[in-house]
């Protein structure tokens, strides 16, 4: 007669389980103080909350044009940069690349009725007239990052003669793709009363819109894997790093984004080719630079297709879509990615 | 059978030990943490505030509440399968865990539905039935907001509860309208809540099922999961797959965005009242900070265009 499964088995998960929580406690206290952030950088310039890094060379150069990275405001920058084997920045760095990074830091009260226009209209224009300005060049890389490169694609089509090439990463274009379940629940929440509510959105607000879109592994699940590797310190530090980033999140000024929550994601306007940034059209169809747009496979905060539908929507001949087999945070941070994106981007570049 | 009661005793015993076991640590853990200090306060602070959890005290509180879910939900899981494994006859032995399971939904429902205790405030406000799970109804800080019977200069208002629909008259009717209309979107966010905490229910009472189908194989051929773990794993997967369904559809996102929208509104209001009382004080208000704001944008805007 089959009975139930071993009972020593749970027996055992039982006794030892005060054990392992007392072990991933002390790992996770060791692990608190943990730094992030491994490549040197200076800060080139800084306008209000906002500062302009350049990252310090650690390879010869590959005589590329250097790249400005222009990150989401949704999230610190750092991530790009976590330790040394997870470290998209540095391995481009090692490719000899000549790299810029927009931080746009923590908005405060004073911030509220910043707008999308004073993004990228202002900040990402200036930041990138520095590095045009201390290169002597006309135009330049420009590498956007997932809201970031929603701004990219918006600036590079305002500004196209300022932008050489454009790198677009796990950057969403379409919003209203039927697989996106963020999307689905920003179209009924009233923007307006939200941002009057609160004027600078918090990050917890988009911290728990975030987690709530796989609530049991993300709450739950994952903290209780710890238990399983508790004793392992650089797991635990690798953990903790992540932690502290994902729940790292500025708070959103209230003007800039009730426009991108309405705009894009309520209304679709870039796709739709109606949204106009500072009073201009932005029109993708200017788009005709080089342009490498990189998607995650597995991303359930920009899925797939809200990425590859830039291509349809671009005016440019040398569109390249590269799919890599991650998710949206693995993109960043995975070995696969590790190993693939770096030289993939470096390879693209230096054939334009 | 007497050998697998016997095992069901170990297992209540061992069961009721780890409970006892994680009580003692969350005591020692505590006194740990008081003695720790101004560390410790700030940590607690920094926990406050909705930020990371990355002090000594919020990280242990988190991570333990995490451990007593897991304990609850894989132990109550793997006892019923237990109790049904017991059983000789293969489709009793799946029905009995089926028709289990059921009886574990107000169990596992209230798991997600009640904050746990010391969470902090940016969880403990999230979308009801979720518990620790925020959602973007969990706007952080509106559960520390005086409740409207404390705000200041009100709680001595004689009938408010009654004032709810009177017509607001006399030389106070300014404040009557701010409060009634304070009840009205307290009453409107009650609403939601429930909403959408049967949207939760419903959620968790389907995962409870989906699971029982997917299990329900395994009792018959007498391979149930070998592992509280396993069997906990079984259960988030399944839930996970269950909820992803649920939140595209139109109830839930219906019912979530009310609450968010509820929320919003009761929020703006209870921060108008509280700039009343400011301003009888002659502090400084939100509003007037605003004006302030968009005054220095303006001058901003005019600088630079001056400047070329």
Request: glycine content about 10%; hydrophobic content about 40%.
């Amino acid at each position: 007669m089959p009975g139930p499964a071993e009972p020593s088995t749970p027996l055992r998960e039982l006794g030892e389980l005060p054990g392992k929580i007392t072990a991933t406690f002390q790992s996770l206290q060791a692990a608190s103080t943990v730094s992030f952030g491994c490549s040197e950088k200076d800060a080139v310039y800084s306008e209000d909350k906002l500062t302009l890094y350049h990252y310090r060379p650690i390879a010869p150069s590959a005589n590329l044009p250097p790249v400005l990275i222009v990150y989401a405001l949704v999230n610190r920058p750092y991530m790009m940069d976590l330790q040394p084997d997870r470290s998209l920045i540095r391995r481009l760095l090692e490719l000899g690349l000549d790299l810029y990074l927009i931080d746009w830091g923590y908005p405060d009260g004073g911030d509220r009725f910043t707008d999308l226009n004073d993004y990228i209209n202002g900040y990402l224009h200036r930041c990138l007239g520095v590095v045009l300005r201390e290169h002597r060049l006309e135009s330049t890389t420009v590498l956007g990052v997932c809201q970031g490169g929603t701004f990219s694609l918006c600036y590079a089509a305002l500004h196209p003669e300022r932008v050489r090439n454009l790198i677009t990463m796990v950057t969403p274009v379409d919003f209203q793709t039927s697989d996106n379940l963020l999307s689905k629940w920003v179209q009924s929440i009233d923007v307006d009363a939200l941002v009057a509510a609160h004027g600078i959105v918090p990050g917890e607000v988009l911290n728990a819109a975030y987690v709530s879109l796989m609530p049991f592994r993300l709450l739950q699940q994952k903290y209780v894997n710890l238990l399983d590797g508790g004793s392992d310190q650089a797991q635990i530090d690798n953990f903790m790093r992540m932690e502290k980033w994902i729940f790292d999140s500025p708070g959103q000024a209230g003007a800039a984004f009730a426009q991108f929550a309405r705009w894009f994601f309520q209304e679709n306007r870039l796709l739709k080719g109606t949204l106009e940034i500072g009073g201009r059209r932005v029109d993708l169809q200017r788009l005709t630079q080089p342009l490498l747009n990189i998607y995650a496979k597995q991303d359930h905060l920009v899925p797939p297709a809200a990425s590859t539908a830039l291509e349809r929507l671009v005016g440019s001949r040398d569109y390249l879509a590269l799919g890599l087999d991650v998710g949206h945070i693995g993109m960043y941070v995975s070995g696969r990615s590790q190993r693939e994106l770096p030289q993939a981007i470096a390879y693209w570049l230096q054939r334009r | 059978m007497t050998s697998e009661s016997n095992a069901t005793g170990d297992w209540s015993v061992a069961l009721q030990k780890a409970q006892a076991d994680m009580l003692r640590q969350w005591t020692e853990m505590s006194q740990a943490w008081a003695a720790t200090g101004p560390a410790g306060g700030g940590a607690s602070a920094a926990a406050d505030s909705g930020s990371v959890p990355d002090g000594p005290e919020s990280l242990g509180r988190a991570f333990l509440q995490q451990c007593e879910r897991y304990l609850g939900v894989s132990g109550s899981l793997w006892e019923l399968m237990n109790r049904s494994a017991a059983m000789s006859d293969p489709e009793q032995r799946a029905r009995q865990f089926t028709d289990g399971l059921a009886g574990l939904q107000q169990q596992f429902a209230s798991l997600w539905t009640a904050p746990p205790p010391g969470a902090p405030p940016a969880m403990a406000f999230g979308m009801p039935g979720m518990g620790g799970m925020s959602g973007m109804g969990g706007i952080p800080g509106l559960g520390g907001l005086p409740g409207i019977g404390m705000m200041p200069g009100m709680g001595g208002l004689p009938g408010m509860g009654g004032a709810f629909n009177l017509p607001a008259l006399g030389p106070t009717r300014e404040q009557q309208e701010s409060l009634q209309r304070l009840l009205q979107l307290g009453a409107r966010c009650t609403q939601a809540q429930l909403q959408l905490s049967g949207q939760w229910n419903d959620i968790i009472g389907r995962a409870l099922r989906e699971l029982g189908e997917r299990l329900a194989p395994r009792l018959k051929s007498g391979a149930p999961p070998a592992s509280m773990k396993e069997i906990y794993d079984l259960w988030v997967e399944a839930a996970e797959g269950v909820y992803a369904q649920a939140a595209r559809g139109a109830a839930f996102v219906q019912a979530q965005a009310e609450l968010t929208n509820a929320l919003s509104q009761l929020r703006t209001a209870q921060r108008e009242l509280v700039e009343e009382w400011n301003k009888q004080f002659d502090l400084p208000t939100r509003a007037e900070l605003n004006s302030i704001h968009q005054q220095l944008r303006e001058l901003k805007a005019a600088l630079a265009g001056t400047r070329g």
